[in-house]
């Protein structure tokens, strides 16, 4: 029942993907209409999906990389929904289901066994420090989607005056609410690593990346409000930054062994 559940939102997934695609290429407006509600279906069952495993589980599905990915994809569908909603921009339904469907695949190709909780990982800190950190993920994800359509309009003589000042704010205010998150994200985490190991700190792999992360979203913030940079180089920003939160999220997993190797 759990892998019908969860396969058959990764399909449907797919299939927005593909409509959404479609809709744009022939601007087709019939399309478009048709392409939205497979999304909400996806992420309808995506949702039932993670209310089943933690029903069975008796927790937050959070646990590990393959429930992590999973809550991930599930965010992102969360954000571009209500963005759609609020903005009625067409062309975010591709990129966004893309991006949902991208990181199921990817959690689809990680071990879907149930487990207990790891000792380390049964705090009152769990449910607040992992789901930050999806929302943080998240946001960058959607920010990225909105930068790279940034790019997309900058090489189009014929883009609405205006359009892409509103996708530059779009991406800030996505970056700003994840490098909230994020920083939630670290002190909760600090937190709980002092009850669990005794240490604030321990420059744990992904520790260390999600620092790294912190301080590029950090740095960001600071050119944009500071600095005053806007436009296409924070748009390439945004672009670097999430191959810095992917690798935090799926490299250092791959690449390195620490305390949050479980994860």
Avoid at 118 to 140: C, D, E, K, T
Avoid at 192 to 209: G, I, L, M, R, V
Avoid at 238 to 249: A, E, K, M, Q, R
Wanted: with cysteine; glycine share 6%.
């Amino acid at each position: 029942m759990l892998d019908i559940l969860f396969f058959s939102g990764l399909v449907l997934y797919f299939i927005s993907v593909i409509t959404h695609f479609l809709s744009l290429a022939f601007r087709n407006e019939k399309i478009s209409k048709a392409a939205w509600p497979v999304f909400y279906a996806g992420f309808a069952l995506n949702l039932a999906y993670m209310i089943a495993r933690g029903i069975v589980a008796g927790r937050l599905p959070l646990a590990n990389q393959f429930e992590f990915a999973t809550a991930f994809a599930w965010c992102i569908g969360l954000l571009a929904i209500l963005l759609h909603r609020r903005t009625r921009e067409a062309w975010l339904g591709a990129l966004t289901s893309a991006a949902a469907f991208l990181i199921l695949s990817f959690a689809a190709l990680q071990p879907r066994t149930v487990s207990e909780l790891m000792p380390a990982l049964r705090s009152a800190w769990f449910s607040f420090h992992i789901g930050s950190a999806v929302l943080s993920y998240s946001s960058f994800m959607i920010s990225a989607c909105v930068s790279l359509r940034y790019m997309m309009l900058d090489k189009k003589p014929e883009t609405e005056p205006g359009s892409l000042g509103r996708l530059d704010y779009l991406s800030y205010r996505m970056i700003a609410f994840g490098f909230l998150m994020l920083t939630v994200t670290i002190l909760t985490g600090a937190i709980w690593a002092e009850q669990a190991w005794s240490a604030f700190w321990t420059w744990d792999p992904k520790e260390t990346w999600a620092l790294i992360t912190w301080l590029i979203y950090a740095a960001y913030l600071h050119l944009r409000l500071q600095k005053k940079w806007q436009g296409k180089r924070m748009a390439i920003y945004s672009l670097i930054g999430i191959v810095c939160v992917l690798f935090t999220f799926i490299g250092v997993n791959v690449l390195f062994t620490g305390l949050h190797s479980y994860k």
